[in-house]
Each structure stands twice: as C-alpha cells, then as structure tokens.
C-alpha cells in the first residue's frame, strides 16, 4: 500500500485547503482511512477517519468544519478543511488502517499553515 499525500499550502485564518491522499490500488475496502496531524512539539493526533462503510469520525477540535470523503473511483481520500485557525498548523498524514490485523501504512506529511 503506498499513499501520496497533497494539498498542503499557507492559508490565512478563515480560509480553506483540501487535502488529498491518492492510495496505489482499491483499498477503501480493505482498510480504514483516516488523516492525522502533527504541531511541533506534540504528538500526532488523529483528525478524520472513515471505513469502507463510509462512516467517519471526527476530533472533536475539527467538527463541524473538516469533512473526510472517500472516491473509489479515482482511489483518493480527501480531507476538506474550513474556516481554519491557526491552531490547525501542523503537518498532516493519511493512513491506511486494518481493522483486523495490526498493520497501518502511512503517507508522507503535507504541511498546513494557517496565518492569524
């Protein structure tokens, strides 16, 4: 499983990014998905999930203004930012999540930053 991450840029207080995390293959069924962020100095933190079944889950921090979407068709995993804050400044990663077994693939990070 390899996952391309992007979408990634500077965005003023407010504004909105879309990120996206193209998987090499149909996956959706396989594993869950799901996008995380990491602020220096803290620990990474998951922000979105979604399973196959398209149920999705939400950081309390980012509900109601993030939204996680699955296209099979096109393989990719988005995660629609709005009114963003600067809080929201961290570098962030999609995963691929069995629910079976233990075993995760990741993403490399795209960064996010949002200017007050």
């Known amino acids: 499983v390899q996952l391309q991450a992007s979408g990634g840029g500077l965005v003023q207080a407010g504004g909105s990014l879309r990120l996206s995390c193209a998987a090499s293959?149909?996956?959706?069924?396989?594993?869950?998905m799901a996008w995380y962020r990491q602020a220096p100095g803290k620990q990474r933190e998951l922000v979105a999930g979604?399973?196959?079944?398209?149920?999705?889950n939400y950081a309390d921090s980012v509900k109601g203004r993030f939204t996680i979407s699955i296209d099979n068709a096109k393989n990719t995993v988005y995660l629609q930012m709005n009114s963003l804050k600067p809080e929201d400044t961290a570098v962030y990663y999609c995963a691929a999540e069995s629910p079976f077994i233990r075993d995760t693939h990741w993403g490399h990070g795209t960064q996010v930053t949002v200017s007050s």
């Open positions: 979604i399973t196959g079944g398209g149920r999705t």
């Open positions: 293959g149909s996956i959706f069924k396989i594993y869950n």
